[in-house]
């Protein structure tokens, strides 16, 4: 019996209901009800059993439905995703440690509890249900979103997300261009922004150096800086040059001709560094900074996620603790700011961002389109590196399989069970979100308090 046909019967039931009847008759009625269950709690998706290499991927049309737990959260009907190397790290596990402590961290499950994962971190879709308290969407809004890292991905058909991760996608773009950009844009915007204190009220003519600008994170930042008036260098491989020069760098590096360092020294300090490269850069890169000016250095290759997966929670934060605490005071006696940038889902700053790419100040930069069912050879291909963006879309012929209508009818059968669910929300879930929100910010809190204290 195909959905609608078990959403009618379901009504049917319902009004019968209200006539009397004998018991044995509503347990019948109980049963009829959850037959319906297996088709509105699964779904088609690409999900790991198993951290490992390519071939732990695994195509299912069973994976677990996404369900709303809270009265913020939206379920997206998935239209295009975005890969990225993230994804292919936590394919082999990397940032295992902290991602299923933020999944769990009441430690309730059992180990291994986070599988099957679903991968993928940038999703542009159709809302099709919303929580109770969501006031800013509605149902069948286009969005885009950059999905948190300890959240279920968008290699699959659908998606729960807060609706303070969601925005309404830029109407300049199609989906599949619209998957390109969210968490290559939120990773830029919460290092420079959020991390290096810049906008675009500030940022007119400072002079700001890009190392790794041929990447995701680095031509975003490119454009959103050039958009913001800010003199650009930038360092890159010579078949990239012209590339990044299109997108708004003023000054070109190229790092495969010799030490990087020596052509970046003859020029004028900057004010702010951005560090997508990492490993010995940092013992250089501080000396390009304007000293005793407020400049810094934001760099977004950080120990965090290798400390917790190699020491364990509690020894890895201690150690990140310690390492970022050591750097910043030691590059603060020489007049420099030394940070850590992370990512940061905000649909508040996608809200910024869709704004400029609306007026034509910030482009899509996809590198390759993949469908659905070539997700393996878009991992693959990611894992080769330099990757900008690798992406699937559905296709038409996919996207028909799914009829909206019967869809809708399957979530209008969730309402009555979700309103109940958020009366009865339980102090448990409160508890989860508290610690939650302690966990993540530990290490940047403590890292600023003791910036602060030695500013004194």
């Known amino acids: 019996m195909s959905c609608v046909g078990h959403f009618m019967y379901s009504r049917c039931l319902f009004h019968l209901s209200k006539v009397k009847t004998s018991?044995?008759?509503?347990?019948?009625?109980k049963r009829l009800f959850s037959s319906t269950e297996t088709c509105r709690t699964v779904m088609p998706a690409w999900v790991i059993d198993k951290y490992g290499g390519n071939d732990v991927l695994r195509f299912t049309k069973n994976a677990s439905f996404p369900i709303i737990n809270y009265p913020n959260e939206v379920i997206v009907k998935v239209s295009a995703a975005g890969l990225n190397p993230l994804d292919v790290s936590m394919r082999g596990g990397y940032g295992a440690a902290t991602l299923t402590m933020k999944r769990d961290p009441l430690n309730i499950k059992q180990s291994g509890s986070e599988f099957p994962l679903i991968l993928g971190r940038d999703v542009s879709g159709v809302i099709m249900e919303c929580g109770l308290d969501v006031k800013y969407f509605r149902e069948r809004d286009e969005v885009w979103a950059a999905i948190p890292p300890w959240k279920q991905g968008s290699l699959s058909e659908f998606v729960v997300l807060s609706a303070n991760e969601v925005s309404l996608k830029p109407q300049s773009l199609s989906h599949t261009e619209a998957a390109s950009i969210p968490y290559v844009a939120t990773t830029a915007w919460s290092a420079?922004?959020?991390?290096?204190?810049?906008?675009?009220?500030?940022?007119?003519?400072?002079?700001i150096l890009i190392l790794g600008g041929s990447g995701g994170v680095g031509t975003f930042a490119i454009q959103m800086l050039k958009a913001w008036g800010a003199h650009l260098t930038v360092t890159c491989s010579q078949n990239a040059e012209r590339f990044v020069r299109g997108l708004g760098a003023d000054h070109v590096v190229d790092y495969t001709a010799g030490p990087v360092e020596e052509p970046l020294r003859a020029l004028e300090k900057f004010d702010l560094i951005l560090d997508n490269v990492g490993g010995d850069t940092e013992r250089w890169a501080l000396n390009l900074l304007k000293p005793w000016s407020g400049a810094k250095y934001v760099t977004l290759v950080t120990p965090f996620l290798q400390n917790t997966d190699m020491l364990g929670i509690a020894d890895g934060m201690l150690q990140t603790a310690a390492t970022m605490a050591t750097k910043a005071v030691k590059h603060l006696v020489r007049g420099v700011h030394y940070r850590w940038g992370f990512f940061a889902p905000s649909g508040p700053a996608l809200d910024e961002i869709r704004a400029m790419v609306d007026a034509g100040q910030i482009r899509a930069v996809l590198d390759e389109t993949f469908s659905f069912s070539q997700v393996p050879q878009a991992l693959e291909k990611v894992e080769k590196g330099h990757a900008r963006e690798r992406l699937w879309s559905r296709s038409a012929k996919e996207e028909a399989t799914y009829s909206t209508d019967s869809m809708r009818d399957i979530f209008e059968m969730n309402s009555m069970k979700q309103r109940l669910e958020f009366k009865g929300m339980r102090f448990g879930n409160k508890v989860q979100i508290y610690y939650n929100h302690c966990v993540c910010f530990f290490v940047y809190g403590f890292c600023c308090f003791?910036?602060?204290?030695?500013?004194r």
């Open 192 to 207: 420079l922004v959020n991390t290096g204190g810049l906008s675009k009220d500030n940022c007119a003519k400072k002079r």
């Open 23 to 29: 018991v044995p008759w509503r347990g019948s009625q």
């Open 450 to 455: 003791t910036e602060r204290v030695i500013r």
